[in-house]
């Protein structure tokens, strides 16, 4: 059975940094394979946030380039989001998924997703 877990949110103040994992079970991380992060917010459609294809390509939303950055390790099957220098619109339910790389883009599974935790950024 594929399972992602999520970890590592939490309550920080703007300027705080905050590092998320995702880690699975059952999974194997191969070629055309990338894992992505997305935020949500009440309301709103669920956002892709970043990716890291199996070569090592990354993608970010402009809005978190140069405070937010994605890793792997490949050993404990764990995916990481540094957040850095996080802001109150950062504040979102972050979600972990396990995708597709092709041409440049990143194509979600349905059903290939973390529980979700929570990162609330607040004065």
């Known amino acids: 059975q594929v399972q992602f877990v999520e970890s590592g949110g939490g309550v920080v103040h703007p300027g705080g940094s905050l590092r998320l994992s995702c880690t699975a079970s059952?999974?194997?991380?191969?070629?055309?394979?990338?894992m992505g992060w997305y935020r949500e917010v009440p309301g709103k459609e669920r956002k892709l946030v970043t990716f890291?294809?199996?070569?090592?390509?990354?993608m970010y939303l402009d809005s978190v380039k140069g405070r937010f950055s994605i890793s792997r390790n490949s050993v404990k099957n764990t995916t990481y989001l540094q957040m850095n220098d996080l802001k109150p619109e950062d504040t979102a339910v972050y979600y972990c998924?396990?995708?597709?790389?092709?041409?440049?883009?990143?194509?979600?599974?349905?059903?290939?997703w973390g529980q979700g935790t929570q990162v609330t950024v607040s004065s």
């Open positions: 998924n396990a995708g597709h790389y092709a041409e440049g883009r990143y194509f979600p599974r349905a059903g290939y």
């Open positions: 059952g999974y194997i991380f191969g070629v055309g394979d990338a």
């Open positions: 890291i294809e199996h070569g090592g390509n990354t």
